[in-house]
């Protein structure tokens, strides 16, 4: 991907992520509070006399809904078969489940694993302890190690339908 279009995919990341997780999140919530003061609490008057005006209502519902948003988005992650969906097609979907990120695994790790697993098979050819059936599959995470290192990809990525 060339360098500018990369910039611009950067920043429009960053802008879907500030613009969804902050902005819109607090325009919600205000939104949320003055649509049910206005259209539902001054409809019914006596929930009304029991707050009498809005900042005591906005003050009870954030103090209400916070602990209650917090249980409903534990309940989600820990007991929710919904959240380990998400997380599979966020496997799927990543290219680094596929391939060594850049960083430290890519330039010390990856080549680290490489050289541990020539220099066992040496000492382990050497003294005569392999039979063909384990030569041929540290031979193939050989090969495998290799195209990690050099930039490809094992396993078989998500491809874009």
Known sequence: MPTRLRYLARLWFYFRIGYAT??????????TLIVVWYLAIQQAPEIQNLFGHFVPFAVFTILVGGPLSVLVGWLHLKKSSAYASEMDIGVEANPYY??????YTKEVLGPLYLELLLQMKRLLSSQKLL???????????????????????????????
């Not at 902050?22 to 939104?31: A, E, M, Q, R």
């Not at 995470?141 to 195209?147: A, F, G, S, T, Y």
């Open 98 to 103: 596929y391939k060594f990120p850049p960083g």
């Open 22 to 31: 902050y902005l819109t999140f607090l325009l919600g919530v205000i939104n």
């Open 131 to 161: 039979d063909d059936e384990q030569r041929k599959r540290i031979e193939e995470l050989e090969k495998k190690l290799q195209i990690l290192n050099d930039g490809g990809h094992v396993g078989n990525p998500r491809t874009k339908i």
